[in-house]
Nanobody, 121 residues
Framework: QVQLVESGGGLVQPGGSLRLSCAVS????????MGWYRQAPGKQRELVAG???????IYADSVKGRFAISGDTAKNMVYLQMNSLKPEDTAVYYC???????????????WGQGTQVTVSS
């Protein structure tokens, strides 16, 4: 069983910073993709940032230059550094990974439970 647990969310003033962390645990052979998504009230869940192991990093246009995704596959951790936060960044942020549990098994998608980020003065 694979579990993803996010932490680091909270209330921050506009212009502030937060660092989200996601701990991935369970049966893990390799992590192929790590990403962060967010969902604001009344809106669809959207990609914030994603990184393919050994591949490119992608960001939503709205966060380019302000957010940075990183991962530590040795520790099975995913991070999202968020700087210059704006009220429109307010949302529940979800960690997402694609991983294989055993050699030769297909990759599967897993989601965390989400962490609330509120940007307000």
């Amino acid at each position: 069983q694979v579990q993803l647990v996010e932490s680091g969310g909270g209330l921050v003033q506009p212009g502030g910073s937060l660092r989200l962390s996601c701990a991935v645990s369970g049966s893990i052979f390799s992590i192929e993709y790590m990403g962060w998504y967010r969902q604001a009230p009344g809106k669809q869940r959207e990609l914030v940032a994603g990184i393919t192991t050994g591949g490119p990093t992608i960001y939503a246009d709205s966060v380019k230059g302000r957010f940075a995704i990183s991962g530590d596959t040795a520790k099975n951790m995913v991070y999202l550094q968020m700087n210059s936060l704006k009220p429109e960044d307010t949302a529940v942020y979800y960690c997402n990974v694609v991983l294989t549990a055993r050699l030769g098994s297909p990759g599967r998608v897993y989601w965390g439970q989400g962490t609330q980020v509120t940007v307000s003065s």
